[in-house]
């Protein structure tokens, strides 16, 4: 079993930055790929950007050159540095780790919120 526990979302001016932290528990060491997904109302849920053990990343066409993903793994966190935010960034964040078991866990979901 792991655990996720999101934090740092809220809301934020267009334009402005947030930095989503992602903690992870149990079983830490199963973990593989982690990554952030977000779900806007009315939308499907998407992958804004995605990190391997060794540092292999990946994002989404949308936040590429303004989301910056890390990962600490002494620290088991990833983390999600979103600057120059839109107010189609507007989404439930969600952090995701692909365990070696096959089996996926899901954080709870933190919200942002981009408006003037």
């Known amino acids: 079993q792991v655990q996720l526990v999101e934090s740092g979302g809220g809301f934020v001016q267009p334009g402005g930055s947030l930095r989503l932290s992602c903690a992870a528990s149990g079983l830490t060491y199963t973990i593989n790929q982690m990554g952030w997904y977000r779900q806007a109302p009315g939308k499907e849920r998407e992958l804004a950007a995605s990190i391997t053990p060794v540092g292999s990343i990946d994002y989404a066409d949308s936040v590429k050159g303004r989301f910056d993903i890390s990962r600490d793994n002494a620290k088991n966190t990833v983390y999600l540095q979103m600057n120059s935010l839109k107010p189609e960034d507007t989404a439930v964040y969600s952090c995701?780790?692909?365990?070696?078991?096959?089996?996926?866990?899901w954080g709870q979901g933190t919200q942002v919120t981009v408006s003037s």
């Open positions: 995701n780790a692909d365990l070696i078991s096959g089996r996926v866990s």
